[in-house]
């Protein structure tokens, strides 16, 4: 599970903005193709994956 399905999974079980958000869920599925190219090829997850931190 990665941030990219989470809210995929959002928008599929949110009835009232799954029409509105497809351009997202588009948007997220092309991101998590790349995450996963990315980390395929060199090895680790890109810079602003690693160093992602929550901001409270």
Avoid: C, F
């Avoid at 959002?10 to 903005?17: F, H, L, Q, S, T």
């Avoid at 948007?27 to 680790?44: F, M, P, T, W």
């Amino acid at each position: 599970m990665d941030r990219y399905s989470l809210a995929i999974d959002v928008i599929d079980r949110v009835p009232r903005i799954r029409n509105s958000a497809a351009h997202t869920k588009d948007s997220l599925k092309n991101q998590q193709i790349e995450a996963v190219r990315y980390a395929h090829e060199e090895g680790i997850d890109r810079e602003e994956i690693r160093a992602w931190t929550w901001k409270a």
